[in-house]
């Protein structure tokens, strides 16, 4: 193990205001070696642990979730700006996808027989790989990490979780909540560590696989060391996600769901719809009661109940954002609301409706914009929607907005992405397999079954008789 570089501590710091909200010290390198060696005994004896103790245990996490809310909401509002109901209802969905993998996990992880025809007994038989090691980003600083902890926790595996730094308050947290709940000590634990060293560890024998929610550049990196150590791995990453309305569509409930599909999380998630590609035929009507709605969007501090859109999470990425909405602008985009940096402390930045061209040099219709940006795509009719949606390095999620449900599901086949949805926005959720294609990721989680399997072995057990 290489000694640990860069500085002895990191802070969460509210975005709101540029205060400091906590100081962390960095791990030791001897404190990274207690953790892994924890998590690696855990293992041994959790993978054998009866499904009725693993069900207690995620049903145990929502339990001391709930009960723990306010301390936790108020975390998450502090370390990166989420909205307090924002960060309230994520809460809630990390209880609630514990409690699915709860009741439905034991029939995930039953054997699946294979019928030969020559009188042998065979059978898939799934199997925990060990510890996983998640490297988790900021914007949502439980689900994130309970997204990928509830199927492969439950599946039998321990857990390892690098938080982003910002964030570093809310990943202890889930730590103790997995002790509140009863968990073995090394089932659930949180490591604070650079993003590098996290990658060093990956080479680590006692890591058995990785997940990774984060940019692109994060994916390439994660992607390489477990390619090198030969060790799966799941890589959620950008996205860039179409939301597409044709002529036939409802505009005032598409409206109404645009408004929350792009600026929920103060427009700070990957499945955000960003790019909103309208048929010439309605572009109008749509552009001007999209912007108005966004308008008129209530930003305040996190902690108001009543705010709807709070800070970004750092003044780093904000500059960033402004500084592609500016360029757009330059490259011939109009902006329709917003637009511009408020003149007080804090990360912030106005709720903003940008309109080009699809074929636009614009870069807010080229690169991921993770903040409350909206760039509105005009195109001629249906063909050129599509191939202004699949004008995009990344492929995560769609919304498709039109009456003709069975065109829809025809048209999805056309779309790039791992993800449609129609008449509605893109959203996670636990019965739901989660992830993207091209540059938005590889590998899938939630999806019931499909977020355990990916971190497990599945083993062919093959009975002849003697």
């Not at 041994?44 to 009866?50: D, K, L, N, Q």
């Not at 409690?99 to 995930?108: M, R, S, V």
């Not at 040099?361 to 690169?367: N, T």
């Not at 779309?415 to 926005?425: A, L």
């Amino acid at each position: 193990m290489s000694a640990t570089a860069g500085p002895a501590t990191v802070e969460s710091i509210d975005p709101a205001n540029g205060e400091v909200v906590e100081t962390y010290e960095i791990f030791s390198d001897a404190q990274v070696e207690a953790a892994l060696d924890l998590a690696h005994v855990a293992f041994e004896g959790w993978r054998r642990a009866p499904w009725a103790r693993r069900a207690d245990l995620m049903n145990g996490v929502a339990r001391e979730l709930r009960a723990a809310s306010e301390e936790l909401t108020h975390t998450v509002s502090r370390e990166m700006g989420k909205p307090l109901t924002e960060a309230r209802a994520e809460v809630e969905k990390c209880a609630t996808t514990c409690e699915y993998y709860a009741a439905h996990g034991e029939d995930y992880l039953a054997p699946e027989p294979i019928e030969t025809g020559d009188g042998r007994r065979v059978a898939v038989h799934k199997r925990p790989l060990g510890v996983v090691l998640a490297i988790m980003p900021w914007n949502y600083p439980l689900w994130q990490a309970l997204r990928a902890a509830a199927p492969i926790v439950s599946a039998g595996n321990t857990f390892v979780l690098k938080h982003a730094s910002n964030v570093t308050g809310s990943g202890l947290w889930l730590e103790r909540i997995f002790e509140r709940a009863g968990a073995e000590p090394g089932i659930f634990k949180t490591i604070v560590v650079s993003g590098r060293r996290a990658s060093e560890l990956i080479a680590d024998r006692r890591i058995a696989g990785v997940t990774l929610t984060g940019s692109d550049a994060a994916g390439v990196a994660v992607g390489e060391a477990a390619g090198r150590a030969i060790k799966p791995v799941v890589l959620e990453l950008g996205g860039s996600d179409p939301f597409i309305v044709l002529g036939d569509a409802d505009l005032e409930r598409a409206v109404e769901v645009a408004v929350t599909a792009r600026f929920q999380n103060t427009g700070q998630t990957c499945i955000a719809s960003k790019r909103f590609v309208v048929v010439e035929s309605v572009a109008d009507e749509f552009e001007e009661r999209f912007a108005a709605a966004a308008s008129q969007l209530r930003r305040g501090a996190p902690l108001d109940p009543e705010t709807q859109l709070g800070p970004m999470a750092r003044e780093d990425l904000r500059d960033e954002l402004a500084g592609i909405v500016d360029a757009s602008v330059a490259a011939g985009a109009r902006v329709l609301t917003g637009g511009s940096i408020p003149a007080e402390p804090g990360a912030w930045y106005e709720p903003t409706v940008i309109s080009a061209a699809a074929d636009s040099a614009a870069p807010v219709l080229r690169e991921e914009t993770f903040g409350p940006v909206a760039a509105i795509a005009r195109v001629a009719d249906e063909a050129a929607a599509i191939a202004a949606a699949n004008d995009s390095q990344f492929g995560l999620g769609c919304s498709l907005w039109t009456t003709d449900l069975d065109r829809a599901e025809a048209l999805s086949a056309d779309i790039e992405s791992g993800m449609v949805f129609v008449n509605s926005m893109t959203a996670s959720d636990p019965r739901i397999p989660f992830g993207g294609v091209k540059r938005s990721g590889v590998g899938r989680e939630l999806g019931g079954e499909m977020g355990m399997r990916a971190f497990l072995n599945m083993q062919a057990v093959v009975l002849t008789d003697g």
